[in-house]
Every structure is written in C-alpha cells, then in structure tokens.
C-alpha cells in the first residue's frame, strides 16, 4: 500500500509564494505519472497540475502561468511552487497518480491565502 505524504502548506498573503512537496513509501513515484489535486471547502477535489514520467505537464486554466509542477526521481518527490497566489488557491492540497487508479489519499496540506 502506497503511502503519500505531502507537505509545505501555511498560510500566505495574496500575491506570495509557496512550495508543495510531496514525497511517497518506496520508490514508486518515478514510475508514474503524478499530479497535485486540492478541495476548496464546500467544492469537490480538482486537478490543479499533473507532470508524466518524462516531464511533460498540464495544468488547470486557474493556476496556469502561476503553478509549476516538478519531479525529482532520485529524491522520489513531486512539487508544486505556487506564486501568485489568490485568496481563490485556499484548499488542502493532495498529490497522487494522475487518471484513473489512484492509490489511497493522503492528508493533504492545507494552503490559506488570505486577501
């Protein structure tokens, strides 16, 4: 069983930054194509980034031009750096296999962007 762990989240003011991390039990991460999901209160979890084995990325139209999903195999970690951010990126933010299949949730991290 794949165990995620993510972290990296606080709280920011509008316009600044932060840096996801999110790191997984046994070398699993390299082989797979992974993302950042986050669930606002009241709305359902959303695609925010996604990255393939080889480094290819796509975004969501919300986040695009201000998220950069990266991986580093060797460290078996996937990040996300936030800048810009908007009171609208508040959520807990999750990572896991991008499609169809995912592994089981992890806790998330909570990112608050106050106005």
């Known amino acids: 069983q794949v165990k995620l762990v993510e972290s990296g989240g606080g709280l920011v003011q509008a316009g600044g930054s932060l840096r996801l991390s999110c790191a997984a039990s046994?070398?699993?991460?390299?082989?797979?194509?992974m993302a950042w999901y986050r669930r606002a209160p009241g709305k359902q979890r959303e695609l925010v980034a996604g990255?393939?084995?080889?480094?290819?990325?796509n975004y969501a139209d919300s986040v695009n031009g201000r998220f950069t999903i990266s991986r580093d195999n060797a460290k078996n970690t996937v990040y996300l750096q936030m800048n810009s951010l908007k009171p609208e990126d508040t959520a807990v933010y999750y990572c896991?296999?991008?499609?169809?299949?995912?592994?089981?949730w992890g806790q998330g991290t909570q990112v608050t962007v106050s106005s």
């Open positions: 046994g070398n699993i991460l390299s082989f797979n194509a």
């Open positions: 896991n296999k991008q499609g169809p299949n995912v592994w089981s």
């Open positions: 990255i393939t084995t080889r480094g290819s990325t």
